[in-house]
């Protein structure tokens, strides 16, 4: 019997499938110093999410600013501790770690930044970058070190990789950079990367070198790949599996085809529409919603997240958050007017 | 008479090391009414090209060639005082960080008001009602002229400086990336406002900008530069249906589109040339996978493919056939560039690898 | 950037380059001193039998002498090497503490910074001669006690920049990168961000050797220098209280000369070194 779990996934023997689990993720931030504690008030950045992340599969998380997508990304890999909440890997609650068990946990999680001139250390070479990881993690043998910072540079498509080591970050491109910062990444070989935009700040023609680049690493070290963008066009060209995320909470998750192409939830549909598109034949009608900005994190609204803006919004949207229904197998929505397809419906959550 | 035209334009920087030619030979023609979006990479001239048109470059630059007539005066010999005529109440800028542009002390309002009261002469309680009926037009509610700027949020920056720029009806308006920085569903509605803003006053726009899908929705036509040429100019959808110029084809097999299925994306390998050194040929040569002899010996001229369509490529003739082959990653493995190993690396084939000695991965 | 590029670029700047042709020839002189200076400094000469008191330049003594008959260019160019040890020590030392303690405020913030930041707005408070004077009247007065006094007051500017400069690199993604894989506070801090910080602390390092130069003349000066060391601070002192300023010039020229020299030349320097530091580190 198989039981599905909230993100879609499935529990059973498909479950040794799964490399990384959500569960309840959340974090709050401290406004400003709260005389009594009562009165603290909190940005609730990221406020209970769930979703599976499973091996060679690259996972696309969605979102504006303020979504808390790379804030789920620094959690993932343990750069902020959650507040609340359980990240599995391989079974394993990694959320509350410390000490000699977090640093082995940090050669299975790694994570690649958006901005490629901050990303390398300018007084290292590149050999330097890519071997520390190696030196942090007590590879002792020299000639070994060498083996497998050439490997990493070999597979971040840095070749030859002999002519790179020497190399300041000043004199690389920024493709270039980006790609040493995944050798950098790669080189303990981790079962899961967090991308965290990674292209956005290249030139688009070198853009899809990078993004090929992950695909591949995903074929051939059976990389998980967690993808944080705000571009949904990246998503849909390099993510298996994509999660919508708004103001800290997931609204929709499934197959990347699928969520694009027929998209369930309202917000999601307000992205689809409003990514312009390399086609001037591109019907552009203009989009409705209340208002295009994103509201604070600080004062969150009661009930549904989204239904400020959502043109659909009905009386219970404000009233209680919406559950997590699935509409297709694997496929996730929280909205209060989509039904389930089938009657499996989780309990409405307290707000 | 075109609103803008600029003829053969050249802009130099002064380096220590040398000069380094920024723009070089630059020909376009703006009607009244047009948006002309200008496009291309880091580092191909579209900021310089755009600085040029305001009279905005820094000290050591300068334009060493050409022209740019304004409603057919040549604004390349105007003194600064001139110049400042001009600027704000014919020809408008937005730039692409309202924060680098609006003054952190005073209230916007404040900042526009002062603008047409210097220019203008209006009393500061008309300016300030025209202000109001600008913020109305981007979208902006009254009550936000008494902000500070970074009391709002970047959309809402953006918006009052569409607004500012408006504020003393220009024909030109020129946005340098105005969106950039922006979310997306933040970017779609002021492009929609600056696209019915433009209809409703007659505005001419040029657009400056890295990414074509913003071209292809606000703009008419679009100007493609490289390496500080005109690599293709055309009407949008001339460039996007059937493009010349194998940057173009380039770009837009790079371009990934949300709303069709994942094609192969390429991506060009090499870097743009060291505008330091200036060589005979053509600029795109070393990275072009269809470059003949001659291309790396003569730098082609800009020919006119079709009315209103002009590319600067030696091969022309060929284009349809580099449209169908420059959709394969492939393809782009083939330049002078992606095979010798000092640029950027090139990718293998995965199948390649795959074959030997089976999966590699876990 | 490597110290051959630095160097070229230096001596490009044409002040630059005069400063260290100054500071190289005093280093010179001071490197060699025993052999330069014609007389034991502390000697009392006798001409004609008599002490050759305040007797003007001559070409037996170049400087000539002071009310005690000692001649006054072996002073000056022994005093050459006290003024660049304190110079340089104090440096160091200044360089060593305010540079650790920017780093260790500005990387773990919280209740250390606010601590180490407490301390260092309580010594700007500190007036620097008095307490001079104090710390020198309490302990013996002896060039190092010079040097320390010089340092413990001068470390708070060093520490101020170089935590500032901390904070905003801690932000970088490199710093997120290296604790991702794992490294300690201490890796980061003295693998990752001091090499970036250097040619800050270094620029700061290079004002502390004027600023301590003065420091030490000033304090011999006013009688509180080392009895034993001839500094030009103490030549000085001995010129005036001998009553001599207005007599015998060429008793307290040379080493004011020598002073103002020395620490102009120092400052060329680090001019220079401030427009190769700086574009750098907005560049980064």
């Known amino acids: ?351 | 008479m075109p609103l803008l035209e600029v003829a053969d334009l050249r802009v130099q920087y002064q380096l220590p090391g040398g000069f380094l030619r920024a723009v070089e030979s630059v020909s376009f023609a703006l009607e009244k009414g047009e948006t002309m979006g200008i496009v291309g990479e880091s580092g191909c001239g579209k900021s310089t090209l755009m600085k040029a048109l305001l009279k905005l470059l820094p000290a050591n630059a300068r334009v060493t060639g050409g022209s740019i007539r304004y409603k057919g005066q040549d604004l390349v010999p105007l003194r600064d005082d001139e110049m400042r005529r001009l600027r704000w109440k014919e020809i408008a800028y937005v730039p692409q960080s309202a924060l680098n542009a609006l003054n952190p002390v005073y209230r916007i309002g404040d900042q526009i008001a002062e603008a047409i009261v210097v220019h203008q002469g209006k009393s500061r309680q008309e300016a300030w009602e025209r202000a109001k009926t600008l913020f109305q037009w981007v979208g902006l509610e009254a009550k936000r002229l008494h902000a500070y700027p970074h009391q709002l949020s970047g959309g809402m920056r953006q918006r009052s400086m569409i607004a500012m720029a408006l504020a003393l009806e220009p024909e030109l308006l020129v946005a340098d990336e105005p969106t950039t920085a922006l979310d997306v569903v933040v970017q779609d509605r002021i492009l929609q406002r600056l696209m019915m803003l433009q209809k409703q006053l007659q505005l001419s726009l040029v657009l400056v900008t890295h990414d074509i899908s913003v071209v292809a929705k606000v703009c008419d036509r679009a100007l493609v530069m490289y390496a500080g040429r005109v690599a293709e100019l055309g009407s949008t959808r001339q460039i996007f249906k059937a493009p010349f110029h194998p940057y173009t084809i380039g770009l837009l097999n790079a371009f990934p589109n949300v709303k069709t299925e994942a094609r192969e994306l390429i991506s060009i390998p090499g870097y743009p040339p060291d505008l330091s050194k200036p060589v005979q040929a053509c600029a795109f040569a070393l990275r072009c996978p269809f470059a003949a002899e001659v291309c790396h010996q003569v730098a082609p001229a800009p020919v006119e493919v079709e009315p209103g369509h002009v590319a600067a490529c030696h091969r022309l003739d060929q284009a349809e056939a580099f449209r169908d082959a420059g959709r394969r990653r492939r393809t782009w493995e083939q330049s002078l560039a992606a095979r010798s190993l000092a640029p950027m690396a090139t990718q293998s084939a995965p199948s390649a690898r795959k074959a030997v000695g089976g999966d590699p991965g876990e | 950037m490597s110290l051959g590029q630095v160097l070229q670029l230096l001596i490009r700047d044409r002040l630059a380059l005069a400063g260290i042709i100054i500071v190289g020839t005093f280093v010179l002189v001071a490197i060699f001193a025993p052999w330069i200076a014609p007389y034991d400094p502390d000697q009392i000469h006798r001409v004609d039998g008599r002490v050759a008191r305040l007797l003007p330049p001559s070409s037996q003594f170049w400087l000539g002498t002071t009310n005690l008959g000692r001649d006054v260019f072996s002073q000056v160019v022994m005093g050459t090497r006290i003024a660049l040890e304190v110079g340089l020590l104090a440096a160091f030392m200044v360089t060593f503490v305010g540079t650790n303690v920017g780093l260790i405020a500005g990387y773990f913030g919280g209740r250390i910074d606010a601590f180490l930041m407490r301390i260092v707005d309580i010594l700007y408070g500190i007036p620097f001669t008095p307490f001079v004077i104090l710390l020198v009247s309490l302990l013996e007065p002896s060039i190092w006690n010079v040097v320390i006094a010089v340092s413990l007051l001068t470390w708070r500017t060093v520490a101020r920049i170089c935590r500032a400069q901390v904070l905003s690199l801690a932000e970088r993604p490199f710093v997120k990168a290296a604790r991702v894989a794992g490294a300690s506070h201490w890796r980061i801090m003295y693998r990752h961000i001091l090499p970036n910080i250097l040619p800050l602390a270094l620029l700061e390092m290079s004002f502390v050797v004027a600023w301590a130069i003065i420091a030490e003349a000033s304090v011999s000066f006013i009688g509180f220098g080392d009895p034993r060391a001839i500094s030009w601070g103490k030549i000085l002192h001995s010129a005036f209280i001998a009553g001599a300023v207005r007599t015998a010039p060429w008793w307290v020229a040379p080493p004011g000369v020598a002073i103002v020299l020395l620490v102009l030349g120092v400052h060329f320097i680090t001019r220079g070194l401030e427009s190769i530091v700086n574009p750098r580190l907005r560049g980064e």
């Open chain 1, 1 to 351: 019997m198989s039981k599905q779990t909230p993100a879609g996934g499935h529990a059973g023997p498909a479950a040794r499938d799964i490399v990384l689990e959500a569960r309840g993720l959340t974090k709050h931030f401290p406004v400003g110093s709260g005389v009594f504690k009562s009165a603290q008030r909190v940005v609730k950045a990221v406020d209970g999410i769930d979703f599976t992340l499973r091996r060679r599969e690259i996972l696309g998380l969605a979102g504006e600013s303020g979504s808390g997508k790379s804030t789920t990304g620094e959690m993932i890999v343990r750069l902020i501790e959650p507040t609340r909440g359980e990240l599995l890997l391989d079974g394993v609650n990694i959320a509350t770690l410390q000490g000699r068990e977090l640093q082995q946990f940090r050669r299975r999680v790694q994570m690649i930044f958006q901005d490629p001139f901050g990303t390398l250390n300018p007084r290292f070479t590149v050999g330097a970058t890519v071997e520390e990881p190696l030196i942090i993690h007590g590879v002792r043998d020299p000639k070994e070190r060498e083996r497998r910072v050439h490997l990493a540079m070999e597979r971040a498509e840095l070749r030859p990789a002999s002519k790179y080591l020497r190399r300041y970050p000043f004199e690389l491109s920024g493709g270039e950079r980006q790609r040493v910062a995944i050798a950098r990444a790669i080189v303990l070989e981790p079962q899961v990367m967090v991308a965290d935009e990674p292209v956005s700040m290249l030139d688009v023609s070198i853009r899809a070198g990078i993004l090929n680049l992950l695909k591949s690493l995903r074929d051939e070290m059976g990389l998980s790949i967690i993808y944080i963008s705000h571009d949904l066009s990246t998503i849909r060209y390099v993510c298996d599996r994509t999660a919508i995320m708004y103001l800290g909470k997931l609204v929709e998750v499934g197959p990347t085809e699928q969520v694009l192409s027929q998209p369930q939830h309202r917000y999601t549909q307000l992205l689809l529409d409003s990514v312009p598109v390399p086609d001037p034949d591109a019907n552009t009608a203009p989009t409705e919603a209340s208002s295009s900005e994103v509201p604070d994190q600080i004062d969150v609204p009661t009930g549904c997240r989204f239904a400020p803006r959502c043109p659909l919004r009905q009386p219970v949207c404000t009233q209680a958050e919406p559950a997590t229904v699935t509409v297709a197998p694997g496929h996730t929505v929280a909205c209060h007017l989509v039904q389930a397809q089938d009657a499996l419906q989780e309990p409405v959550a307290a707000p």
